[in-house]
């Protein structure tokens, strides 16, 4: 026998879902005049297939390896690969779908921009553009339906524990089928802050012209940086409905806006604070409806103005040296700093690398201790750092969230140029090959060292 189905929940299930709206695009609309287009995904494809492996990365899963449980919201569902949960249709549209299984647990589906950088060019505009249709869900069966589309600062990919710092760009988000856009701005500090966190600054309004849920509507934000102060706008169907500028947000700005860029969201979550607050009781419930997707016609990123353009590129990929070729890097020969496999807010120069920061990292791969743990390690740095401006150099293995196993502290070595060789004793017995990262601490925001090179001894 199937399992038994509220009559309530049944019904808005399939009224939803024979009320999808058939996409009337199928392609990124023609550029608007004065802009350049950065990058976009229009979702074209057979139906049934997963979106583009080249633009997207999958989030699996009920958190990010190290990160905190529930990405950190409350949300109760696993995320995943199946095309059941995020697939193309065959018309232009990607599908998100949330799902209950007979024994009531929730999956669904977030993607992730592989890149990292989406940032205005120095004195110019950048706007983040998706076409997309809410889940066509309303009422009690609408109750913990969280679809978002949205971006996050560049180094929190690989920490995960930097947020809200780094900025968190809502551009849309809409709770239990409420006829409501959201948009919201996270940033500074958890909790309080210039952002009044968890709850973040933000701004809410109706759908112009027609429901939110049922129908396409454009959301975007445009970061302009051409003006003084700079600001973020928030716009539905063209509709201005919030701004923030950085005066409101003070010395945090720059926190959010100095690194690399910002990766761009798409997902639908179930249940956590958002719903719940907004509902007044835990969700999803036995009422909540399963199935009704999220439909996305297409991303854009476009800039206007300033004096440059933000390199497509999201990491620099540096040429291998000898150590890194065929059997990997010996961790007892010198590894230059700059020869990282990737980063996240790290600047390279020809022999070093600088502006580092807290949160900043750099990953080495494939790196060989051997047999015998090292006693310790030791870094060539240096630092022009203000006057009580310090941090720590840390190092990880395997995941930039673990624990450090090593790290030294340092502050101003007599300027920028000016390089020491500070050591760092090792904590844990480290044996065999592993994923070594350079991560950089520090209790506030400023910049605080440069790093030449490091290497393990026995």
């Known amino acids: 026998m199937p399992p038994a189905v509220r009559p309530l929940a049944l019904a808005a ?23 350049t287009l950065q990058w976009s995904d229009d979702f074209t494809g057979s139906a049934g297939t997963l979106p583009s492996s080249t633009n997207w990365l999958f989030t699996t899963g009920t958190q990010y390896a190290g990160g905190p449980a529930n990405f950190g919201t409350g949300e109760i569902q696993s995320y995943t690969t199946s095309t059941q949960n995020v697939a193309l249709d065959g018309s232009g549209n990607l599908r998100i779908t949330p799902i209950r299984s007979g024994s009531g647990q929730w999956t669904s589906a977030r993607i992730e921009t592989r890149r990292t950088n989406f940032k205005p060019p120095s004195g110019g505009v950048m706007r983040i553009e998706g076409r997309l249709q809410m889940p066509n869900v309303s009422g009690a069966a609408a109750a913990g339906y969280w679809p978002a589309f949205w971006a996050l600062g560049s180094p929190y990919r690989g920490n995960y524990w930097n947020w809200p710092g780094i900025g968190e760009l809502d551009i849309m988000e809409n709770v239990n089928g409420v006829n409501q856009v959201w948009g ?3 940033c500074g500090v958890n909790p309080g802050g210039p952002c009044n966190e968890t709850t973040g600054l933000g701004g809410t309004r109706t759908c112009p012209a027609s429901a939110c849920q049922g129908n396409f509507h454009t959301y975007a934000i445009e970061w302009d940086a051409s003006v003084s102060p700079q600001v973020l706008r928030w716009y539905v169907d063209g509709v201005q409905f919030f701004s923030v500028n950085q005066n409101q947000v003070g010395s945090y700005w720059s926190g959010m806006t100095s690194h690399e860029g910002y990766f761009i969201l798409l997902n639908v979550a179930m249940g956590g604070s958002f719903p719940n607050g907004v509902a007044g009781y835990s969700t ?3 009422s909540t409806a399963s199935g009704v997707p999220m439909l996305v016609d297409y991303v854009a990123v476009y800039t206007k103005g300033g004096g440059s353009t933000p ?7 540096p040429t291998p040296t000898a150590t890194q070729t065929g059997g990997g890097r010996s961790a007892y020969s010198t590894i230059q700093a700059e020869s990282y496999n990737a980063q996240s807010g790290v600047v390279p120069g020809s022999d070093q690398i600088g502006y580092l ?6 990953r080495y791969d494939n790196v060989d201790f051997g047999t015998t743990t090292p006693k310790d390690f030791l870094a060539r740095v240096s630092s022009g750092a203000a006057g009580g401006v310090s941090g720590t150099v840390e190092v990880r293995l395997d995941n930039v969230g673990n624990a450090p196993v090593a790290s030294f502290a340092v502050a101003n070595t ?22 070594v990262f350079l991560r950089f601490s520090s209790g506030q925001p400023a910049d605080f060292v440069n790093v030449d090179w490091f290497v393990f001894r026995r």
Do not use: C, K, M
């Open 13 to 35: 299930a399939l009224v939803a879902t024979a009320a999808v709206t058939v996409n009337a695009y199928a392609a990124v609309p023609s550029t608007p005049s004065g802009w």
């Open 184 to 186: 919201t701005l996270h």
């Open 284 to 286: 999803p419930t036995g």
């Open 311 to 317: 390199t497509p590129t999201p990491t620099a990929t």
């Open 357 to 362: 920061a807290n949160g900043d990292w750099a």
């Open 414 to 435: 007599g300027g920028w140029s000016s390089f020491r060789e500070i050591p760092g004793n090792l904590t844990s017995q480290v044996t065999g090959r592993h994923t």
